[in-house]
Nanobody, 124 residues
Framework: QVQLVESGGGQVQAGDSLRLSCAASGRTASIITMGWFRQAPGKEREFVAAISWRGGTTSYADSVKGRFTISRDNFKNTVYLQMNSLKPEDTALYSC?????????????????WGQGTQVTVST
């Protein structure tokens, strides 16, 4: 099993930045890909970004490309999501996920482990 714990969420104003963290523990050697997803009230879960745990290859949703950066620290077993130029439409519960496969799946069902999420609220 793998446990994921997110942190770093908060309430900010439009244009501000936040950095989310996701600490992994347990059988982390089984992780191949880490991803960030978000879900706003009344909306479906949305893919945000993914990163290959070993090689560092990244993928992004078009809605965040150029503003968000996903990175990882293998020694700390932690994945980060640096979010710049935040917009009110970025408001959501952000969750990290891990999967044993190498494909940067945009479907959350492809991920094996999930954290509880951290809330990000962006006001105008």
């Amino acid at each position: 099993q793998v446990q994921l714990v997110e942190s770093g969420g908060g309430q900010v104003q439009a244009g501000d930045s936040l950095r989310l963290s996701c600490a992994a523990s347990g059988r982390t050697a089984s992780i191949i890909t880490m991803g960030w997803f978000r879900q706003a009230p009344g909306k479906e879960r949305e893919f945000v970004a993914a990163i290959s745990w070993r090689g560092g290859t990244t993928s992004y949703a078009d809605s965040v490309k150029g503003r968000f950066t996903i990175s990882r620290d293998n020694f700390k077993n932690t994945v980060y999501l640096q979010m710049n130029s935040l917009k009110p439409e970025d408001t959501a519960l952000y969750s990290c996920a891990a999967r044993r496969g190498s494909y940067h799946a945009m479907n959350g069902d492809a991920y094996d482990y999930w954290g509880q999420g951290t809330q990000v609220t962006v006001s105008t």
